[in-house]
């Protein structure tokens, strides 16, 4: 019997095995979650701490000559420190985009493939997007 126009066949059954199961999902989740949680107290607390220090070099009395030894090892501390929090950054925006995923249903698929994404990869990285094949790729 041929299949009406506007209804899509159903998935082949390999497809409906492929997906993660729903407690697998949601011991995922309440990773992610918990992960998102801390990385954003880590990058309020980072954001409080730069502030301090910058409000500290920039006392008078406190900042080395600009042309010193001191001056460059703090601006090297001070970079440094900038991007250990947008390493921490770009972290928790690949948390938030694997908690949608779940919320969209494409969590533990390759985004580049479409194949699922193992278990065991996602217990390393719970917030890959690409199965190992594909990210190797990059």
Do not use: W
């Amino acid at each position: 019997m041929p299949a009406a126009d506007n209804v899509p066949p159903p998935p082949p059954e390999d497809c409906v095995a492929r997906k993660l199961a729903a407690t697998t999902v949601k011991k995922f989740k309440a990773q992610l979650v918990s992960e998102r949680d801390r990385l954003e107290r880590v990058i309020a607390d980072h954001e409080r701490e730069l502030e301090e220090a910058r409000m500290t070099e920039t006392s008078a009395e406190r900042s080395p000559d600009p042309g010193s030894a001191e001056a460059g090892s703090m601006n090297f501390e001070y970079e440094k420190e900038l991007s250990l929090g947008q390493n921490t950054v770009d972290l928790l925006r690949k948390v938030e985009r694997a908690l949608a995923r779940i919320g969209d249903g494409t969590y533990g698929v390759c985004e580049s493939c479409g194949q699922p994404i193992p278990v065991a990869r996602l217990e390393v990285l719970p917030y890959a997007t690409e199965c190992v094949t594909c990210a190797r790729r990059v």
